[in-house]
């Protein structure tokens, strides 16, 4: 399974975009790139996945480059609920075990 | 309302008793997944399971067991051979497409 690299916080300001990358530099031909975020207590949910150049859904974009080594998800505007830890899964779902990294922790201050 | 159940959502024990945290979906799901979660760190993978019958354990399978004799549940046991079994227990399932996952509130174990 390809191993993700993700800071391990970011801090930033309401109204602001924030750009979390994660580096996962042996990625194989069938992995997806999928992001996940995390409130305390509760259970990750689903942002947003992609394959390759761009993706966007209402809350989230998802960058990635040509040669899909690293992904960056990007949160426009982001609001004091965006608090929150991040995860970038790297595999080749579904029929193969999903392991998450350590995330990236995002304070949105006022 | 579609989704999975976990439940207890708070669980305590004492240390050497074997405890079993149910997990249900109602999603229609084939696959299934149990995670591990301490606090200030990332998920881990204890056992996941793509059919019915069948599982594979994951990174911690040590002193955890499952089951899987029906596809909406999928029922892990810690038992007394899990060195340190206070965690948070996460459940989630997928589809057979794309692979999102879905989760459960998760279960919280104190082992006093």
């Known amino acids: 399974l390809a191993k993700t690299t993700q800071p391990i916080s970011m801090d930033s300001y309401e109204g602001q975009e924030v750009n979390i990358t994660c580096s996962h530099n042996n990625i194989a031909t069938n992995d997806y790139i999928t992001w996940y975020q995390q409130f305390p207590s509760q259970g990750p949910r689903f942002i947003i996945q992609?394959?390759?150049t761009k993706v966007t859904n209402e809350v989230a974009s998802l960058f990635i480059p040509a040669d899909r080594k690293s992904s960056t998800l990007s949160l426009p505007r982001v609001s004091l609920s965006d608090t929150a830890v991040y995860y970038c899964l790297v595999g080749d779902v579904p029929w193969r075990a999903l392991t998450f990294g350590s995330g990236t922790r995002l304070q949105v201050q006022p | 309302d579609g989704g999975i159940t976990q439940s207890p959502k708070y669980l305590f024990r004492k240390e050497g008793q074997n405890v079993t945290l149910s997990c249900e979906q109602n999603l229609n799901h084939d696959a299934m997944y149990w995670y591990r979660q301490d606090p200030g760190q990332g998920l881990r993978l204890i056992y996941y399971?793509?059919?019915?019958?069948?599982?594979q354990k994951g990174d911690i399978a040590e002193g955890y067991s499952v089951s899987r004799e029906k596809k909406e549940s999928f029922p892990l046991t810690v038992t007394s051979a899990q060195k340190n079994p206070t965690a948070f227990y996460l459940c989630?399932?997928?589809?057979?497409?794309?692979?999102?996952?879905?989760f459960g509130e998760g279960s919280r174990l104190t082992v006093l």
């Open positions: 992609g394959y390759k």
């Open positions: 989630a399932s997928s589809p057979g497409s794309a692979g999102e996952l879905f």
């Open positions: 399971s793509q059919i019915v019958n069948d599982f």
